[in-house]
């Protein structure tokens, strides 16, 4: 059998962003850029977002996929997709024009109807970004208008609210679109829980009339040995911890990633992903210089300045990371 090709992930920050050049172009799957101004530079020729949150330590900071053969991309509804055999990259920007439920309830089941139409229907990761997540609409924060519409797609599609359900996680910018990427795939992967925590999908009816459907972390196999990390923060059973205090907070957010990536290697010679959501740039530096005693000088980490979905958490952390034998 032929071997599956490989999924790479690039962080580029500011001088570096030529290198995204350098990836062969009928190579790349995805490219999302990061930052508070647009690149002025054209969007590259594959799925590509903007979201319009500032990086912190850096001007620009780019995410770069792809794989290590040439991948098919096409469009498919409102979907700019990318993939290789076993693996699907969409990007969508949505303008919200009705109510946030019903414009990710739409999207949603855009994304589902797309990676079953495609041959990938196992959804193992989605990112969202979406402005004034902790606003009010129509009487409820933004972030659970943004819940119930992903639960309602989940189960008008017939997927599960519960065990299996993707990796994720969900910030707010200052402005601009619903922007949501995601990845997907011929085959299913393993999703991961917290025992610290209360699966999300379980949460009480105080955090929004639906619950939020997504599992702590996806395991995968293939194409290579994975681990991806949804957002993490400092909650404990279904609550919030460390209420005003940031430093308690990035402890316990350490400590529920451990416990989510157990049976995984993380720290100095892993290859390890994150991306840190800090409500207040304040923070930056008591921050990095946690994150590089606790995972060493070899992790990719990249500050952005974010809202988090909960107005009393003050970061979130959320990654990737490759098995050992990748
Ligand atoms: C939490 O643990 C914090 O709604 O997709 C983390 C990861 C959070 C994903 C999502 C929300 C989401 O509940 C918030």
Redesign the pocket.
């Known amino acids: 059998m032929a071997t599956a090709a490989a999924l790479h992930l690039d962080f580029l920050f500011d001088g570096e962003l030529d290198a995204v050049a350098a990836v062969a172009p009928e190579q790349l799957l995805g490219v999302i850029e990061f930052g508070a101004a647009r690149t002025q530079t054209n969007a590259p020729q594959c799925p590509y977002a903007w979201v319009p949150m500032p990086a912190l330590g850096a001007t620009r900071f780019v995410e770069v996929w792809s794989s290590s053969a040439p991948v098919r991309r096409f469009r498919d509804a409102d979907i700019d997709c990318a993939c290789s055999d076993d693996t699907l990259f969409g990007v969508l920007h949505i303008e919200q024009r009705s109510d946030l439920l019903a414009t990710t309830r739409d999207a949603y089941e855009c994304i589902i109807d797309c990676a079953e139409r495609q041959g990938f229907p196992h959804l193992l990761r ?1 990112w ?1 970004y979406f402005p004034g997540i902790n606003e009010a609409e129509s009487g409820l924060e933004r ?1 659970r208008c ?2 119930a519409g ?1 639960h309602d797609a989940f189960v008008a599609k017939g997927r599960t609210i519960g065990p299996g359900t993707p990796a ?3 910030l707010g910018t200052a402005s601009g679109p619903l922007v949501i990427y995601f990845l997907a795939a011929t085959r299913a992967g393993t999703a991961v829980e917290n025992p610290r ?1 209360v699966s ?1 999908y379980h ?1 009480p009816i105080q955090y929004g009339p639906r619950s ?1 459907s ?1 599992s702590r972390a996806t395991r995968v196999s293939e194409p290579q040995p994975m681990l991806y990390i ?4 400092s ?1 404990v059973g279904h609550a919030t911890v460390h209420a005003g205090d940031a430093q308690q907070q990035l402890e316990e957010t350490l400590t529920n990633i451990r416990a989510v990536a157990v049976d995984t290697v993380l720290g100095d010679g892993s290859r390890l992903y994150l991306k840190v959501y800090l409500r207040d740039a304040a923070y930056l530096p008591f921050v990095q210089t946690r994150l590089r005693a606790e995972f060493g000088p070899h992790a990719h980490i990249a500050y952005l300045q974010a809202d ?3 107005s009393d ?1 003050l970061l ?1 952390i ?1 990654g990737l990371c490759f098995g050992p034998d990748t």
Do not use: D, H, K, V
Request: proline share 4%.
């Open positions: 989605l969202n972030y943004f819940s992903r994720a996680c969900a925590q999300a949460y939020p997504f949804s957002g993490t923060a909650i988090i979905c909960r958490l979130e959320e």
